[in-house]
């Protein structure tokens, strides 16, 4: 069993997807604790009355106003004992069995620290490969979507939390045992796509959100991270 905690920072219309997205892919048989944070949102804003009209009683919401994506995961580290989480951000779409093969890297190796899945990391790209098939792979920066472990949180100190930088500083000085999954489970983050809406979206969070990077959109050619999700949603209109 894990703690799953799923960070939103504003951005309403990827937490409207990406929330949904997550509740219907994710196996709640091994999650223990799942907890949202709603960080540097006031009460009442659409974000807060969207993430209640998901969730219900199936989380944790908590408000915060640290207005940095590591102090919120510091702020759940102290609130934690789970030796095992997964972290989520509210712009990463995770595909079915995301946590399942997830959990089956980590219990093949137990000096694994961090893993990650998001797309284009790893050096083969085979998404139709079955997830018996899925090792780990050492990697680079581990960031919006990863299974953790507590130790080496708990090893060494945590995450400066202010700076938008500061988990990818912690792994730097620290070297914490990472791996990627390979090859690539299908998770992609709406803020890279290439097509609209997601292109305008992103450029619009740019421009007034101080938390939106500023990432390259993927290749066109590696669509098939993200053709499960459209499928997904075509299935979803037919059946309505």
Request: charged share 25%; proline share 7%; with cysteine.
């Amino acid at each position: 069993m894990i703690d799953l905690l799923y960070l939103c920072h504003g951005r309403i219309e990827f937490t409207e997807i990406t929330l949904a997205n997550l509740l219907v892919n994710t196996d709640w048989n091994l999650v223990d604790n799942f907890v949202v944070y709603n960080d540097a949102a006031p009460d009442g804003s659409e974000t807060t009355e969207l993430l209640y009209e998901l969730l219900e009683d199936r989380a944790t919401i908590r408000q915060t106003n640290v207005k940095s994506p590591v102090g919120v995961m510091n702020h759940f580290l102290w609130r934690s004992q789970a030796d095992l989480f997964a972290k989520v951000d509210n712009d990463i779409m995770v595909p079915p069995g995301w946590l399942e093969a997830m959990l089956s890297v980590m219990d093949r190796d137990p000096q694994l620290d961090l893993l990650g899945m998001e797309a284009g990391m790893s050096a083969i790209r085979a998404p139709d490969v079955p997830v018996e098939c899925y090792t780990f792979t050492p990697a680079s920066h581990i960031g919006g979507v990863a299974l953790m472990r507590r130790r080496p949180f708990d090893t060494y100190s945590w995450p400066r939390p202010n700076g938008r930088f500061g988990f990818t500083e912690w792994q730097q000085n620290h070297r914490p045992q990472r791996g990627w999954i390979e090859p690539d489970l299908r998770v992609f983050s709406l803020d890279q796509l290439p097509f609209q809406p997601w292109e305008r979206i992103t450029e619009e969070y740019k421009a007034t959100e101080g938390l939106q990077r500023d990432w390259n959109a993927y290749p066109a050619d590696m669509h098939f991270y993200w053709d499960w999700a459209n499928l997904a949603h075509e299935e979803e209109e037919e059946a309505a």
